[in-house]
Structures are given as C-alpha cells and as structure tokens.
Nanobody, 121 residues
Framework: QVQLVESGGGLVQAGQSLSLACIVD????????MGWFRQAPGKEREWIGT???????MYADALQGRCTISRDNAKSTVYLQIPSLQPDDTAVYYC???????????????WGRGTQVTVSS
C-alpha cells in the first residue's frame, strides 16, 4: 500500500522559513509528478506547485518567486521551501504525487494527510 507522508510542519514565527518534506512510502515502480497544495481556514485547497520527474518545477502565479519545490528521486521525496513566512501562509499543507505502485496497471494520484503550518505574527 502506498502512502505519502509529510513532515516539517508546526508553529513558526512570521519571517521564519518553512521546509516541508514528503516521502512516498510503499512498493512502487516510479513516481511521476510530485507537488504541494495548501488549504487555509475557510478557503478552498490551493495549488502551490508541481515538479516533474525530470526536475522541472511550475508554480502558482501567487507563489511564483516565493517558494521552491525540489525532489530527490532516489529517496522518492519532494520538498517545499518558503522563506519569510507570513500569517497568511497559515494552512494545512498537502503533498500530491502520481505514483505507479507495484501490482497496479498504471500511475494513480495519491495525497498525503497534510501537515499543519501555523504562522504567528
């Protein structure tokens, strides 16, 4: 069974940086796209960005230049870094990936359970 497990959330002060990691755990053939979303209180889930297996990253316009997504294919891990957090960055951050799990016919979309990030002013 494939699971996406996020880590690195918590309570941070405004101005500090955020570093999240998400590992694909389970028996897999390969991981295609990997990315991050977030959902702030009372708002819809928002796409942050996606990175291809080849390492090309794409970002939402609102976050372009504010964050960096990277990945380590050998570790089946994707990372998110946001420097200088603001209170508006408070949200649950979710990992998303296209994973071809062993015993399945092709890639499927998987989601992590999310990790809470709270930014205090």
């Amino acid at each position: 069974q494939v699971q996406l497990v996020e880590s690195g959330g918590g309570l941070v002060q405004a101005g500090q940086s955020l570093s999240l990691a998400c590992i694909v755990d389970g028996a897999i053939f390969t991981t295609n796209h990997m990315g991050w979303f977030r959902q702030a209180p009372g708002k819809e889930r928002e796409w942050i960005g996606t990175i291809t297996r080849a390492g090309k990253a794409m970002y939402a316009d609102a976050l372009q230049g504010r964050c960096t997504i990277s990945r380590d294919n050998a570790k089946s891990t994707v990372y998110l870094q946001i420097p200088s957090l603001q209170p508006d960055d408070t949200a649950v951050y979710y990992c998303n990936a296209g994973v071809w799990a062993e015993g399945t016919s092709g890639p499927q979309d998987y989601w992590g359970r999310g990790t809470q990030v709270t930014v205090s002013s």
